[in-house]
């Protein structure tokens, strides 16, 4: 397999998990790049589902290696917890699982920051965090003043916590909320730090020497492109890189690398959250696609916007990404509806856009401009074949290739494992 980068196409929540899952057979790496545990993937074999928010989802299969990157912000507390979670369900990390010495911490003076400005935010300035205290960490982190995994290992935390503590108490007080205590938190960041610290290295020499050894390496993205902190919907996106050219700033590694990127995109569009959504559907085709498509954040159980194909926002996921072909998911989701709708352009204000703008107010005003298509109304979650896809359907995944100017790799037609088609992959 040649080392892949695997990124969201849309708003996120495009089954990435599982994309990877099947991908992670043939890689020997898997390697998280960006994001923190604002992210959730979710992995269903057989009667077993799984939701993971930090560890990489190569974790599943017992002969891979699986690199939490310098990218990351990681919650300790949160991350002890997946780790204890899989040991119970027989999944060991043990020789497994690397966490970068050079990622950030997510502490909890971060999580009330968070959670203080976004209760205090007010109509269009609500950004809608998970309050996982993401945006403070890499704030911080931009701000020099943040810590690190690698200060879990040198006992760092229990001298700057108490002066990182001060700052932020006086900016929680400023927003009403209550200080934090910092021997509660050293206490436990103490537990967290014994526990993590037979995982933590410098994951960059070890990515470089398997990428020189000639394994194979899967770079797993969290978020969606237009959720990217430069390319996405500004200012209702995450705070990291969530695109391809964030692989390499998250992982050390060489930009040549990646070899092939694969873009995970939705038969279907979501977004959950605050921000512009120009094919969304408040009507009852949208709660169908919701109720049928469990669209329900992995991370918050937030109801998702639905809406219809969104080949704008697909076409430039392409050309920022540098998309080799899709995985297409959900297409099952789609069985019973009659007519089918894509959008192929925008239109505000007696003008044409065949790319998203970057002004939001712009995005805002955007009305799509739709393609129907006849649906095939018939079951596809039990086929096992993609040419056994009813007629309608593979014209429907052409048409989306078509116009996104990107081929299909991979096609799923449910959560499942065995309900993944391989094509050009």
């Known amino acids: 397999m040649p080392n892949t980068v695997l990124i969201g196409a849309q708003w996120g929540d495009e089954g990435k998990g599982k994309i990877v899952d099947v991908l992670s057979r043939e890689a020997d790496v898997v390697v998280r790049y960006q994001g923190g545990s604002n992210a959730g993937h979710t992995i269903e074999i057989g009667p077993e589902r799984y939701v993971l928010h930090l ?157 020189r050894a000639g394994k194979n390496i899967l770079f797993e993205g969290a978020q969606g492109t237009m959720l990217d902190i430069d390319f996405g919907t500004y200012p209702y996106v995450t705070s990291s890189n969530s695109t391809s050219g964030g692989a390499c700033t998250g992982t050390g590694l060489p930009p040549q690398s990646i070899q092939r990127v694969v873009g995970v995109i939705k038969a279907y569009t979501t977004r959950v959250g ?3 959504f120009p ?87 955007c009305k799509p401009v739709y393609e129907d298509f006849e649906g095939w109304q018939s079951k596809t979650s039990d086929i096992n074949r993609y040419e056994d896809l009813p007629v309608r359907a593979r014209a429907y995944i052409d048409r989306l290739c078509a116009i996104t100017g990107v081929p299909a790799g991979i096609v799923s037609v449910g959560p499942r494992r065995d309900s993944t088609f391989r094509l050009t992959l």
């Open 274 to 276: 605050e921000g512009p």
């Open 55 to 211: 560890v990489p989802s190569g974790i599943l299969h017992a002969d891979k290696i699986n690199v939490i990157g310098n990218g990351l912000v990681i919650d300790p507390i949160a991350l002890v917890s997946e780790i204890r979670d899989l040991l119970k369900r027989g999944i060991q990390a043990a020789g497994r699982l690397w966490i970068s010495d050079r990622a950030h911490l997510a502490l909890a003076y971060h999580q009330a920051v968070d959670a203080s400005r976004e209760g205090r935010a007010e109509g269009d300035q609500k950004i809608g965090t998970t309050k996982r205290g993401i945006g403070p960490t890499y704030s911080d982190k931009m701000m020099r003043i943040g810590l690190r995994m690698g200060d879990l290992v040198s006992d760092d935390y229990r001298r700057l916590i108490p002066q990182r503590l001060e700052e932020k108490n006086r900016q929680l007080c400023a927003m009403g909320a209550a200080p934090l205590d910092s021997a509660e938190l050293v206490a436990q960041l103490a537990e967290a730090a014994a526990f993590l610290a037979p995982y933590i290295t410098d994951t960059i020499v070890l990515l470089n020497q398997a990428y």
């Open 279 to 365: 094919t969304e559907l408040n009507d009852a085709t949208g709660e169908f696609i919701r109720q049928q498509g469990r669209e329900f954040g992995a991370t918050t159980g937030r109801p998702r916007r639905c809406g219809w194909f969104d080949a704008v926002v697909a076409r430039y996921a392409a050309m920022i990404n540098g998309i080799d072909c899709w995985a297409m998911t959900k297409i099952d989701v789609l069985d019973q509806v009659k007519t089918l709708r894509i959008c192929t352009a925008y239109e505000a204000h007696g003008r044409r856009y065949e790319t998203v703008p970057a002004d939001i107010r712009l995005l805002a005003a």
